[in-house]
């Protein structure tokens, strides 16, 4: 078995896709143009994220709950530059850490308070 993908229910699935495919390098693989406007994007590597806003349950407080329960983490090169460019696109800061064993963390959340984060492992 393999993971297909994960999914969220959001407030806005249309402006989270686009701001997922100009910030974070995901393509849209199928998008509804109708409600619950379920989105399928996909990494470079094809790893797959559905968004969509069904109103058959309510959309989490994202913004409300503490990164550690639920975030979607990215493997980076460069920390301090992926952050800042986020940041400069509506992503805010969380927190940002070194580890004892020198992987670099960074949290942030975008711009509907899902919690995304930053990674660069030493090992």
Known sequence: MEIE????????????????????????????????????????RGVMVEVYKNPADQVPDYEKMDPLILHLAFKVEEPDKEKQRLLDAGAKAVNDEELADGSRIIMLRDPWGLAIQLCKRSL
């Not at 997922?20 to 199928?30: D, K, M, P, S, T």
């Open 5 to 44: 993908h994960v999914a969220f229910n959001v407030s806005g699935p249309l402006e989270m896709s686009r701001w997922y495919v100009q910030n974070l390098g995901f393509e849209i693989i199928r998008q509804e143009d109708k409600s619950p406007f379920t989105t399928f994007m996909a990494d470079k």
